[in-house]
């Protein structure tokens, strides 16, 4: 259960920041001009100034709305996002940025849901119609209902959400976020709470306020890097030898992931992490320091880069704050008890990282390159081709384009260590060539789904009786559906069939199967077998075996065309028809 919630906690993350990564560039354009332009900042200028409240109000909604929507169902999605988050803009006096984050998703899948409706009923030469009018219609749908219902809801809700955050600070308990975020770190869900909670309500701060300490309370690299610096002195090993350079990367770079291994030798270090994160918001809260915008990965060079005018070193000085106690206190845990190998705990966090993976809930594969056109394009489209379980995104990308909610990245290793730091929540598998490598026949029988028997012996019924076709149609049906083969709908479909035309085809033998379009109903390929010595009438002539059919992927003339190959037989036919012995069936048939 502990492994499912996080598994639903990591998925949840992940469209939030996937929502919010994307547009984080145009946080820190805002943030910038903020710091910059207003009254306030390093260059006052009051006509520049000017840009802060359309791109608060306006810019950055639209453009969640937008990703939003569009990691839904693409370029429509994106627009039904939009369009529909201008309502939730108007129909309220503060940023909806929650509203986009509401508005967005929900939009596109409507426009989704449309298109899937729609998709095999427009008329030839009528597409661009009713993709134009769709958008149109259902776009200003959402639109006012977002204006009339969910803007004021998305209101409250945020105004309900600050109060909590005032309720914080006021009462100064800020320092007992650490408890909750500093786990959640090491957990992957570092992204769920700073880009679909922190976020969002720092900027309505900073709107009210200039700044807000909300965009340091994650971003902070001060409490991992203390933890490095105690291993620089008491580790041992390999762990030792690679903090230094583990260390450089999370204050320079702001990979924040890259220390979590180091934790997970010594779990009793996430005590020092978050000792050192609360000694910091302890710091921020009684000093009232904090950023104009969010900092974007959490390093130094960004931290610095959103400090409001005149108080950059004073922020710096709570990542000090925050790596000081943090080191401090690992000092004395790094040694004893309970450590393991550095190894290991890095295969602990690709468990953790992967375990979408390993859940089978793989969504997206991406085939990354240098420019991202020639080997990854043809790498992709050939892989696309090989997996056969459906729901899975095969495309191919740059290594600086690769999307944020990538689930297994494909690249060769000497793009390794930057796609690790662009990407570090995906699973990165290394090949030589794009074509053809072990690496992507392992992964193919990762994702390839088990393959289900054609028959198997509970599929076979010998010596039954049924009063009417329909009746031996529904025994056939029910087995399939006992079986796992197809949804009960499909039943309905063979009897359908029935009557558009008998499926009995000679010799003794009935083959009942759905229409031309209840395919969608079939989950696995499969026949049902039940032999009726008494027969059965079927408009006129008597069936002796009714052979339930269910073939996915055009399967279904394949299972006709062995049937009758191997039955054509009259010795093997008439054995069939009065044997007692389920299993010379089962021998005989299940190979087909």
Not at 137 to 159: D, E, R, Y
Not at 211 to 224: I, M, T
Request: charge should be neutral; aromatic fraction near 6%.
């Amino acid at each position: 259960m502990e492994n499912s919630l996080h598994r639903h906690l990591q998925s949840f993350g992940s469209k939030l920041s996937a929502m919010i990564m994307p547009n984080i560039g145009a946080f820190i354009a805002w943030g910038l001009i903020t710091a910059i332009f207003i009254p306030a900042g390093w260059l006052p200028n009051e006509e520049l100034a000017k840009l802060v409240a359309p791109m608060l109000r306006y810019l950055l909604p639209l453009l969640i709305a937008y990703t939003a929507g569009s990691n839904v169902t693409g370029i429509r999605g994106g627009i039904m996002g939009t369009i529909a988050t201008i309502g939730v803009i108007e129909g309220s006096d503060v940023p909806m940025f929650l509203g986009a984050m509401v508005m967005g998703p929900l939009a596109g899948l409507v426009i989704k849901q449309f298109d899937a409706f729609t998709r095999n009923r427009v008329k030839p030469g009528f597409e661009m119609l009713i993709n134009n009018f769709s958008i149109g219609i259902l776009g200003m749908a959402c639109a006012i209902i977002g204006f009339l219902i969910i803007g004021p809801v998305m209101l409250g809700l945020t105004s309900l959400l600050n109060s909590g955050v005032e309720f914080v600070l006021n009462k100064g308990v800020l320092p007992l976020v650490a408890i909750f975020i500093e786990p959640a770190k090491v957990l992957f869900l570092n992204n769920a709470i700073n880009h679909g909670i922190l976020t969002p309500l720092g900027i309505e701060q900073a709107r009210e306020l200039g700044s807000s300490v909300l965009f340091l309370l994650e971003a902070n690299p001060g409490p991992g890097l203390g933890i490095l610096l105690a291993y620089m002195l008491r580790g041992e090993a390999i762990a030792k030898k690679t903090a230094p350079a583990s260390g450089i990367i999370l204050l320079f770079g702001g990979i924040h992931e890259i220390y979590f291994p180091y934790v997970l030798m010594r779990p009793v270090l996430i005590v020092a992490a978050i000792a050192g994160s609360a000694s910091a918001m302890a710091y921020y809260q009684l000093t009232g320091f904090g950023l104009v915008s969010a900092a974007s990965p959490g390093s130094i060079i960004t931290i610095a880069a959103m400090s409001p005018r005149g108080m950059t070193l004073q922020v710096i000085l709570g990542i000090v704050i925050a790596a000081a106690v943090s080191f401090l206190v690992a000092f004395f845990l790094v040694k004893g008890k309970g450590v393991q190998s550095l190894e290991k705990a890095q295969d602990e966090i690709k468990k953790l990282k992967n375990q979408r993976t390993q859940q089978g809930s793989i969504q997206k594969i991406v085939f990354a390159c240098q420019a991202g056109m020639g080997s990854s394009a043809m790498g992709a489209t050939n892989f696309r081709g090989r997996i056969k379980q459906k729901g899975i995104t095969v495309i191919n990308s740059s290594i600086e384009n690769i999307p944020p909610d990538a689930d297994i990245v494909v690249c060769q290793s000497i793009f390794f260590d930057r796609v690790s730091r662009k990407n570090p929540k995906a699973e990165i598998i290394i090949i030589k060539q794009f074509l053809d490598d072990p690496a992507l026949d392992e992964l193919e029988r990762r994702l390839t789904p088990p393959s289900k028997e054609i028959l198997t012996p509970a599929m076979i019924l010998l010596g039954a009786s049924a009063g009417t076709r329909e009746e031996a149609i529904g025994q056939a049906g029910k087995l399939l559906v006992e079986g796992g083969y197809v949804e009960e709908v499909y039943v309905e479909k063979m009897q359908e069939r029935e009557k558009i035309i008998s499926t009995y085809i000679g010799l003794g033998i009935a083959v009942p199967h759905g229409t031309s379009g209840s395919h969608e109903h079939i989950m696995h390929s499969g026949i049902s077998i039940i032999q009726y010595p008494g027969g059965v009438d079927f408009d006129g002539e008597k069936a002796y075996l009714v052979i339930g059919i269910a073939g996915t992927d055009g399967k279904h003339m394949d299972i006709l065309t062995s049937l009758s190959t191997i039955l054509s037989d009259e010795e093997i036919l008439e054995e069939v028809k009065k044997t007692e012995d389920k299993m010379y069936i089962y021998n005989l048939l299940s190979k087909i």
